[in-house]
């Protein structure tokens, strides 16, 4: 099916080059052409690859309506005990909904905490079914941990505080949930395969998905490792993302974690690392030499006070880098432009330093993630490349009209999702006069909140031990991670 759109200015090329008046042409999923626009032909819109958000986990309500508003990883990653398990469809329909109206075309989703409620292989099928709703590609990383549950190391230094607390009902309820035996490794190894035989032939992406080194034994590690050199499927893994990491790192990998992954054969063109909040230089250098992406994540990293990537020095070192979300956009609305703006305005560099260009961060949010999320090369508006094209309001961009301004001067300085007047995935109509085409997302996201009331009452034991064991496991990684 062909098909054209008549833009007012379009971002072309691997410079992101303005030009319009444009009509970017389609057939069969790609671009075909960019050409002039006809004589007369009246349009507002520009046109600009669209974003791909390279790490997120597709959680489909924010953690702050569960009260973690402010938490530091540490504690808020625990905290999410307060979140009841809902249907994983409704979860990913209204998930995926937010995501395209925030304006990426796809999204990598790495499945920590599935909901539970069906055996994986249907659940898997319920996301994939969703994102053919919405119109949007995913990939899928599937968590694989085998070791601290809680902490990272002995966490019975944080069940004593709570029994010396007074709180022994807590503190035993907290073992006997820490006491259950986390899969064998060749298990977890094996659930992989199992869901991508469920997902053959939908188009996702499977990889696996090591939720961090601190929560992966070296032997699962290794395993990982040799699964994928053996079947070519790529890895997307949590690295470095908060200061306690760091210290855990260099505590119990003196030669560095970085290199351990490289020895290991870990570290290569199939391997994204999320955050890198916390490498070193020479780590940086490592990364970049065997070609291994990392996906920072900058409004989740300033929610969770984890820190500011080290984005320039990657740069310098050659990192490739692709942004994304983490499901944890600045305003939590999984706005992909509100994104690439805050990324460039953190490093930019200060005064006349040169720091991120506006194409390095194009670059970063529309080419540089699809290669991890198993997408074919694109990210450019040229011909032949995926049909993966966002439109946004030019006059509302442009509010003041009155001087020719470069359109990426006013993407860069006011875009966010409200600008957003389409988005074609692969060719696909997905947004349309601003709205989802493939299904209701206000409905969606008015089911998934009855949802989430209903099933309430199931966490309100955990919310009520949630006061008492928050202290204690604060005070475990101050008295015992230290600062690096």
């Given at each position: 099916?062909?098909?054209?759109?008549?833009?007012?200015?379009?971002?072309?090329?691997?410079?992101?080059?303005?030009?319009?008046?444009?009509e970017?042409?389609?057939?069969?999923?790609?671009?075909?052409?960019?050409?002039?626009?006809?004589?007369?032909?009246?349009?507002?819109?520009?046109?600009l690859?669209?974003?791909?958000?390279?790490?997120d986990?597709?959680?489909?309500?924010?953690?702050?309506?569960?009260?973690?508003?402010?938490e530091?990883?540490?504690?808020?990653?625990?905290?999410?005990?307060?979140?009841p398990?809902?249907?994983?469809?409704?979860?990913?329909?209204?998930?995926?909904?937010?995501?395209?109206?925030?304006?990426?075309?796809?999204?990598m989703?790495?499945?920590?905490?599935?909901?539970?409620?069906?055996?994986?292989?249907?659940e898997?099928l319920?996301?994939?079914?969703?994102?053919?709703?919405?119109?949007?590609?995913?990939?899928?990383?599937?968590?694989?941990?085998d070791?601290?549950?809680?902490?990272?190391?002995?966490?019975?230094?944080?069940?004593?505080?709570?029994?010396?607390?007074?709180?022994?009902a807590?503190?035993?309820?907290?073992?006997?949930?820490?006491?259950?035996?986390?899969?064998?490794?060749?298990?977890?190894?094996?659930?992989?395969?199992?869901?991508?035989?469920?997902l053959?032939?939908r188009?996702?992406d499977?990889?696996?998905?090591?939720?961090?080194?601190?929560?992966?034994?070296?032997?699962?590690?290794?395993?990982i490792a040799?699964?994928?050199?053996?079947?070519?499927?790529?890895?997307?893994?949590?690295?470095?993302?908060?200061?306690?990491?760091?210290?855990w790192?260099?505590?119990?990998?003196?030669?560095?974690?970085?290199q351990?992954?490289?020895?290991?054969?870990?570290?290569g063109?199939?391997?994204?690392?999320?955050?890198?909040?916390?490498?070193?230089?020479?780590?940086?250098?490592?990364?970049a030499?065997?070609?291994?992406?990392?996906?920072?994540?900058?409004s989740?990293?300033?929610?969770?006070k984890?820190?500011?990537?080290?984005?320039?020095a990657?740069?310098?070192?050659?990192?490739?880098?692709?942004?994304?979300?983490?499901?944890?956009a600045?305003?939590?609305?999984?706005?992909?432009?509100r994104?690439?703006?805050?990324?460039?305005l953190?490093?930019?560099?200060?005064?006349?330093?040169?720091?991120?260009?506006?194409?390095?961060?194009?670059?970063?949010a529309?080419?540089a993630?699809?290669?991890?999320?198993?997408?074919p090369e694109?990210?450019?508006?040229?011909?032949?490349?995926?049909?993966?094209?966002?439109?946004l309001?030019?006059?509302?961009?442009?509010?003041?009209?009155?001087?020719?301004?470069?359109?990426?001067?006013?993407?860069?300085?006011?875009?966010?999702?409200?600008h957003?007047?389409?988005?074609?995935?692969?060719?696909?109509?997905?947004?349309?006069?601003?709205?989802l085409?493939?299904?209701?997302?206000?409905?969606?996201?008015?089911?998934?909140?009855?949802?989430?009331?209903?099933?309430?009452?199931?966490?309100?034991?955990?919310?009520?031990?949630?006061?008492?064991?928050?202290?204690?496991?604060?005070?475990w990684?101050?008295?015992?991670?230290?600062?690096?």
């Amino acid at each position: 099916m062909s098909e054209s759109i008549l833009v007012a200015k379009a971002l072309v090329g691997p410079d992101f080059r303005p030009v319009g008046p444009s009509e970017i042409h389609m057939s069969d999923g790609r671009i075909t052409a960019v050409t002039p626009a006809p004589a007369g032909a009246k349009t507002t819109a520009l046109a600009l690859p669209a974003p791909v958000n390279a790490h997120d986990h597709a959680r489909p309500l924010s953690a702050t309506s569960f009260g973690l508003a402010g938490e530091p990883l540490e504690t808020w990653l625990v905290g999410l005990g307060a979140m009841p398990p809902v249907d994983a469809g409704l979860a990913a329909r209204a998930a995926l909904a937010r995501a395209a109206l925030g304006g990426s075309a796809a999204v990598m989703v790495h499945l920590t905490r599935p909901m539970g409620l069906v055996p994986l292989e249907e659940e898997v099928l319920q996301i994939a079914d969703a994102a053919d709703a919405v119109g949007l590609r995913i990939a899928l990383a599937l968590s694989l941990r085998d070791r601290n549950p809680l902490t990272y190391g002995d966490h019975g230094p944080v069940l004593d505080a709570l029994s010396a607390n007074g709180d022994v009902a807590a503190a035993s309820r907290l073992a006997a949930t820490l006491n259950r035996p986390m899969p064998p490794i060749a298990a977890q190894i094996d659930a992989v395969e199992r869901v991508a035989g469920a997902l053959k032939g939908r188009g996702v992406d499977v990889q696996f998905g090591p939720t961090g080194p601190q929560w992966c034994s070296p032997d699962l590690l290794q395993a990982i490792a040799e699964a994928s050199a053996r079947t070519g499927r790529r890895v997307h893994m949590h690295l470095l993302e908060t200061r306690y990491q760091r210290a855990w790192a260099d505590q119990h990998f003196p030669d560095g974690i970085v290199q351990f992954l490289d020895r290991i054969g870990l570290l290569g063109p199939r391997l994204t690392l999320a955050h890198g909040t916390w490498c070193r230089a020479e780590e940086l250098a490592a990364i970049a030499a065997a070609g291994a992406t990392i996906a920072i994540n900058t409004s989740s990293n300033l929610h969770l006070k984890s820190g500011i990537a080290p984005v320039t020095a990657m740069k310098a070192a050659g990192v490739r880098v692709a942004m994304g979300l983490d499901g944890c956009a600045l305003d939590e609305d999984d706005d992909a432009l509100r994104e690439l703006r805050l990324m460039r305005l953190l490093h930019a560099g200060h005064g006349f330093d040169e720091g991120l260009s506006r194409q390095d961060v194009l670059s970063a949010a529309c080419r540089a993630g699809r290669a991890t999320l198993g997408l074919p090369e694109g990210g450019q508006l040229v011909a032949g490349a995926p049909a993966d094209i966002l439109l946004l309001d030019m006059t509302a961009l442009d509010r003041d009209g009155l001087l020719p301004v470069d359109p990426r001067a006013l993407l860069f300085a006011r875009a966010r999702r409200e600008h957003i007047l389409g988005l074609w995935v692969e060719g696909r109509h997905v947004i349309s006069n601003r709205t989802l085409v493939g299904l209701n997302a206000a409905e969606a996201e008015s089911a998934l909140r009855a949802a989430y009331r209903d099933a309430l009452p199931g966490t309100a034991e955990f919310r009520e031990d949630w006061s008492k064991l928050r202290p204690a496991l604060a005070a475990w990684f101050r008295d015992r991670m230290g600062c690096c």
